[in-house]
């Protein structure tokens, strides 16, 4: 299985990688639809979205990503209010994962009502998809900010298989333990420190220790979460697109919770 993970970064990685380098911000913007509507669908199996629910669920979702995309937030509004209404949806986020979604999962909430479940999915994939577009305008920052899930994840995998004793949620995820996720708060932190060795990352190395922790706690609820709700309906992946991965939403769990919450703080 860790040998099928591998690959499938290993081709993927550098396709990612060029689109996000080299590609003009608008068809960024474009090729991310991809990876929104194949998560939107999963998610609407998840929801157990009728196939009417799941066109409405994907329409509102394609239609405000390519509002964003084809007229540009900025263009079409002044600089002032398209700031505001970006970090109003990343506060939206935020909140989200802060608040609601700890209580989902702290009560083991299985949620049936179709609105609820489309609203919270709107919630979890249309500020990660802002995010991605808008960081993009600093690739090399974005790039960072990736690899502090991708370390993150990457840290806790190892720490949990070397050291992993008590269960972080037994219930939900029974191979996430403690020791899996204080390796990989003890990692991001000294992902910080390296960065702030170097000149082009002009951030404090307090600041980025705090962002880069509390974005690797908000990945950790984001990664619960969609194991909650795949454990509701007795899945174990949300897809089988991506080989030794799984589903799209097993790829970017802890990204749709970690990002917005960076491009709220480093924007």
């Known amino acids: 299985m860790l040998k099928l993970r591998v690959l499938t970064?290993?081709?993927?990685?550098?396709?990612?990688?060029a689109?996000?380098?080299?590609?003009?911000?608008?068809?960024?913007?474009?090729?991310?639809?991809?990876p929104l509507i194949l998560?939107?669908?999963?998610?609407?199996?998840?929801?157990?979205?009728?196939?009417?629910?799941?066109?409405?669920?994907?329409?509102?979702?394609i239609a405000a990503a390519g509002a964003v995309a084809l007229a540009g937030l900025e263009a079409s509004v002044s600089s002032d209010l398209a700031t505001l209404a970006a970090k109003s949806v990343y506060a939206t986020s935020i909140v989200f994962w802060m608040v609601i979604a700890p209580c989902w999962l702290w009560l083991k909430i299985k949620v049936r009502n179709r609105f609820a479940l489309g609203a919270a999915g709107l919630v979890v994939?249309?500020?990660?998809?802002l995010a991605l577009g808008q960081l993009q305008r600093h690739a090399l920052l974005l790039l960072l900010l990736l690899g502090v899930i991708?370390?993150?994840?990457?840290?806790?995998?190892?720490?949990?298989?070397?050291?992993?004793?008590?269960?972080?949620?037994?219930?939900?995820?029974?191979?996430?333990?403690?020791?899996?996720v204080g390796g990989a708060l003890g990692t991001v932190a000294v992902y910080a420190v390296v960065l702030c060795a170097f000149p082009f990352f002009r951030y404090h190395i307090m600041f980025a220790a705090a962002a880069f922790i509390a974005m690797t706690a908000f990945s950790v609820i984001g990664d619960l979460y969609e194991s909650w709700l795949k454990r509701s309906i007795g899945v174990k992946d949300s897809g089988a697109i991506l080989p030794g991965h799984g589903g799209m939403l097993d790829r970017i769990d802890g990204v749709t919770a970690a990002l917005p919450l960076a491009a709220l703080i480093f924007l």
């Open 39 to 61: 998560g939107a669908s999963e998610w609407a199996m998840l929801a157990r979205f009728s196939p009417l629910q799941k066109s409405i669920f994907l329409a509102v979702l």
């Open 125 to 129: 994939l249309f500020p990660m998809w």
């Open 150 to 180: 991708w370390i993150a994840d990457t840290a806790a995998y190892f720490f949990g298989k070397t050291f992993g004793r008590r269960k972080l949620a037994p219930t939900i995820s029974p191979g996430k333990t403690w020791e899996g």
């Open 19 to 34: 689109a996000m380098f080299l590609l003009p911000n608008f068809w960024w913007q474009i090729v991310l639809m991809v």
């Open 9 to 17: 970064v290993a081709v993927l990685l550098p396709l990612i990688l």
